[in-house]
Structures are given as C-alpha cells and as structure tokens.
C-alpha cells in the first residue's frame, strides 16, 4: 500500500526548491528600543550561571498557550530561566507596558508573572535603527550566537514549522523541540525525514517531541492575559522519525519541566501512544473546527440532533478520515513509529488494532462524546474568522488529510475535506439547508 512515487505536500516542495540559508537572527529587547528595564523581570534576568544554556527554555510564541507553559513553568519551586520570543515587535512595547502574563482560573483566582526575559528575533541587525543607538541596548544575536537545548514552540500550527525552519541555525542535534500545536505534525512519517535531510544535511538535526494540550483557554483582548476555563490534562512523546539517534538529554529535561508541573496534568507516551492520540485529536479538529466556522456557531449545534444536517456531514467526513488513517496505519511509512510499541505487540496485531481504533463508528462515538462535552464552546477556528484573521488552521486540519490521502495514492475519496477546506478559505458563511446542498449531492 501507498505510493512511494507521490509528489510531497507543498510545505516540503516550497523546501526542496528553495533551500536559502540559515538566517543570522538578532535578538531585540524592550532595552533595544530605548525602553527603561526598570519594570522588566529579575531573576531570569541575563548575566546567568554557567548552566544557564541547558536550563533555559525558549518559549517561541506567546498566545494563549505560550502564556499557560510559561506561566505555570515558571511558578515551579525551582523553574528554569525563560526566554519568551515574540514574533512581532510592538509586542515588546505591549511587555514593557503590561504587568506580564495574567491567567484567571475557571475558579477566579488571577495569577501573574513579569518574570522573563522577553525577545523578538529578526534579520534586522539594532544597530541600524536610531532607537537601538539611543539606548545604547548591546547588540546580541539569537541565543547568543549558540544552539538553544530547549525550545516550546506554542504557535499556530500554521506558523510552527516555518517560524522554526527560521531559527534552524540555533538548533542542532543537542536540541529538544517539543511542538504544542492543533493539528498533526509535520515532522511524522512519511514526510518528517525528508524535511530533516534537507534542513540539516550534516545529519545535527533536532530531537522533536509532541506536546498535545487538552486544557480550554481564551483570551481576554488585554495583552498577554487569559482565562484558563476549561482544565483538563496533556500528553507529549517524540516523534518517531527512520534512524533517529538517541535522545539528547535535553528531551528528558524538557519533558520533565512539562510533566513535573502540576497544572499541565501532562504525562509522557512513547511515540506509538502519542501518535494515534493526536490522530484521535485531528478527528475532532477536522469536523468541529471548519464546520462552525462555516455555520458561524458554537459547538453544540452540530450534535444537536443525531440525525441532522452537520452530523451527516460529519458522517461523510469521517468515512473518509477513517479510510486515510486505516491506510496510513497499513503503510511501510509507519513502522517507525510501529516500532516504539512498549508493549511488545508483532506488527500484524498491532496494525489490526489501529484499524480498529480507526474504524468509522469508533470515530464518530468518540467525536460525539467530545462534542457533547464542549458543546457550549466556541472552536478556535470559528474564532479566528470572527476576528478576521487571514489564515485557519484548516490546511493543518482537513489539508493534513488530503496530504495523507495523496502519499497513499491508493484512490481514497477526500473530496468533502477539499470542499470543507475551499469554504473556510473563501470565508463563506452558510445555513445548514446551503451546506447540505454543497456537501450532500442527492
């Protein structure tokens, strides 16, 4: 099964036709644009120990889920020093200004925290602007002109890969990189080797871990401020990858720092577990999220009746989903991540119960479940198009789908997650009877 002959998704061809250096990145501060240090934090504050570079932990992106890590990290008994990089710079003037991350529990307790240092990484070297010069702000590129250890990377999922194929001069084979994103990575099988083999052809490539976050967060519009409404629990793993080597022992600590705080309730899987979870995750993802945004409704809506319009839809979508994820289980591509099975099942056993796992009414019970469960939600894609943000998710959603689809190049039907993904894109807003018309033809 699959086809080994299949042109790769467009993230890895835009790769493989233009492998452009590695850029030499500055490191901005609030100091470098004039802004007085005297309302920035203390003790993770620069000169640090010797171990200063195996204990700091880069937080790249500060949304929602940046600021939940970096937050309840930090509150340790003993955290490491944060390094919180941005990705623009009129957020270090929101920093200086603000009172640093505020989240407020479920239960309206409010914690906060100014407590790290704070970066925006870029091409333009300080020295070049006026503001830089005035502040006599010391020029410092990225992590110091070294490889970070430890990198948490709490984008968007569409932002993840590009924003750290950017950082790749400052990761190396010592380097942990646990994503905590929507979606599935890109770096699984069948195409996460070959972004490895051209990104870093020497062979230093990074150690990449999968962070899944199950808590329910929103923002409050204040900067760097949000309500942790919904706890829950999250679970990471390495992504298994052909020929990996060992672990560097920034992985167990980065784990460690991830696991050993108690608000995360996070725990660690083995590359098999944490693999069909985050699969598990993408069912939800890939019917919740575009179909709210294109019905312009909460959650709840689409399994208001078991037999309506969005269900059916659903139930389209699922069959789909169902044979991709059945075919990818059966392909040569995941014996890698077959291999990492801490339960000493043979293969044929094992693929047989993925199948099972996979099988159309298992999905759809379990994404019921799931919807019932935060039926009075709104999904962060149907966010996304009310605030008028140019891009979704749904090309990491339904678009992983129909990449899946084409390397098994076995003439799996998944022409109901293009039609979801031209929907979302075009921004098309529809009642149930125009979305039965569109998606279920008599």
């Not at 957020?91 to 479920?106: R, V, Y």
């Not at 979704?392 to 084409?406: L, P, Q, S």
Request: glycine share 6%; proline share 8%; net charge neutral.
């Amino acid at each position: 099964m699959g086809s080994q002959a299949a042109a790769p998704p467009p993230w890895l061809s835009s790769l493989l036709a233009a492998n452009n250096p590695a850029p030499k990145l500055y490191a901005w501060t609030p100091a470098t644009l004039g802004l007085s240090p005297s309302t920035t934090s203390s003790s993770t504050r620069r000169p640090a120990g010797p171990d200063d570079a195996s204990r700091r932990l880069y937080i790249l992106g500060l949304g929602n889920l940046g600021r939940l890590y970096a937050l309840y990290i930090r509150s340790r008994a003993d955290p490491p020093p944060i390094t919180l990089v941005v990705h623009r710079k009129e957020l270090l003037t929101q920093w200086h200004a603000s009172d640093g991350i505020e989240i407020t529990t479920h239960e309206g307790q409010v914690h906060t925290s100014k407590d790290f240092d704070v970066e925006w990484w870029t091409e333009e070297a300080p020295s070049e602007t006026a503001a830089a010069a005035a502040a006599a702000a010391p020029i410092r590129e990225a992590a110091d002109g070294g490889k970070i250890h430890n990198l948490l990377v709490t984008t968007k999922a569409q932002a993840a890969l590009p924003e750290v194929d950017r950082m790749r001069r400052y990761l190396g084979a010592q380097t942990a990189v646990a994503f905590a994103q929507n979606g599935v990575s890109r770096l699984w099988p069948p195409h996460g080797a070959a972004y490895m083999a051209v990104r870093f052809p020497a062979g230093d490539a990074f150690h990449p871990l999968l962070c899944v976050t199950n808590h329910g967060l929103y923002a409050t519009g204040a900067p760097f401020s949000s309500v942790f409404a919904a706890p829950a629990d999250a679970y990471l793993g390495p992504v298994a990858l052909p020929d990996a080597p060992p672990p560097p022992p920034s992985a167990a600590y980065l784990t460690a720092q991830i696991t050993d705080t108690p608000v995360l309730a996070a725990a660690a899987f083995s590359s098999l577990d944490v693999w069909a979870l985050q699969l598990e995750k993408l069912v939800v993802n890939t019917c919740i999220n575009p179909l709210t945004a294109v019905l312009r409704c909460k959650t709840g809506v689409l399994f208001a009746d078991p037999g309506g319009v969005p269900a059916r839809v659903m139930d389209r979508m699922l069959a789909a989903t169902s044979r991709v994820l059945q075919g990818l289980v059966a392909d040569a591509s995941s014996a890698p991540i077959l291999a990492t099975d801490t339960r000493g099942r043979v293969p044929k056993a094992l693929r047989a119960e993925l199948a099972a796992r996979f099988a159309q009414p298992r999905l759809r019970e379990m994404l019921h479940r799931a919807g019932r469960r935060v039926g009075a939600n709104k999904s962060s894609m149907l966010q996304d198009v009310e605030a008028g943000k140019p891009t979704t998710e749904v090309r990491d959603f339904n678009g992983w789908i129909v990449d899946a689809a084409a390397h098994l190049g076995d003439g799996v039907d998944v022409e109901v997650h293009r039609q979801v993904i031209d929907l979302v894109e075009r921004r098309m807003v529809m009642t149930e009877e125009q979305l039965a018309a569109h998606l279920l033809p008599l």
